[in-house]
C-alpha cells in the first residue's frame, strides 16, 4: 500500500488518492473508506486527509456529502478547455468540430426560429462578401457556423463551440495562404445545402452537410 513519505503531506495525500481512483480502486459514485482507515493507509493524519479530500474536491474527483462520507465523482482530474486546447492539434480540434457541428445542425433543424434563419442568412451573405484576405473569409466562415450552432440553442454546444473555434483561427489561416480553396463556389454552395437543410427543418441532411463540410476541412489538412 502506497504511503506517503514526504511534505506537503495533504498535497501528495491528494495525488495517492488520485492515483488510486485512476487504476479503478474506486469506481465513479462508490464511497471512499472512513476517514481513520484511509488515513493509517496513507500514513498521514485525519486534518492531513481531510485536506487532501477538500482539494480533489475542488478538482472535481470527490465529493464530500454530510453524514454520508465522501464519494467519487470523476475517475480523473478535469482539465480546463485551455490546457487541453494548447496539446491538441488542428486535426483533432477540427474532429472535434465535426461532433459539435454536425449534432449542432440536426438540433438546429429541428429549434430553429424565423431570427435564427436570418441570422444564418446574414452569415452566408457575409461570407459571400468577404473580401479578398483569408483572414476576412476565415472569421466570416466562422461567424455563420456560429449562427448555426447558436440555432440549436444547446447552451453547451455553443460554449464548446466558442471555445473550440478560436483556436484554429491561425491554422486555417495559413493553411489556405499555402494551399486556397480549389473551388470557393463549392465551398460555398455547401453552406448554402446546409442552410437550406436547417431552414426545410430536415435534420438528417443537416447533419450530413455539416459532416461532410467538415470532413472535407479536416482531410486538407492531414493531406
Known sequence: MAQVQRHPLAAQAAEVLLTRIRAGEWELGHRLPGETTLAAQLGVGR???????????????LESRQGAG?????????????????????????EARIAIEAEGAALAARR??????????????????AGPGV??????????????????????????????VPRSRHAMIDMLRIRPMADPAGDHDAHEVLYTAIRTRNSEAAATASRVHLTALRAAFEG
Open 70 to 94: 465522501v464519494f467519487v465523482t470523476a475517475l480523473d482530474v478535469i482539465e480546463d478547455w485551455d490546457t487541453v486546447l494548447r496539446r491538441a492539434d488542428i486535426v483533432t480540434v477540427i
Open 47 to 61: 486534518s492531513t486527509l481531510r485536506e487532501a479530500i477538500r482539494e480533489l474536491a475542488g478538482r472535481g474527483v
Open 135 to 164: 483572414e476576412a473569409l476565415v472569421d466570416a466562415d466562422t461567424a455563420f457556423h456560429r449562427t448555426v450552432v447558436a440555432a440549436a440553442h444547446n447552451d453547451i454546444l455553443l460554449e464548446m463551440f466558442n471555445a473550440f
Open 112 to 129: 430553429r426560429t424565423p431570427a435564427d434563419l436570418r441570422a444564418m442568412l446574414r452569415g452566408l451573405a457575409a461570407r459571400a462578401e
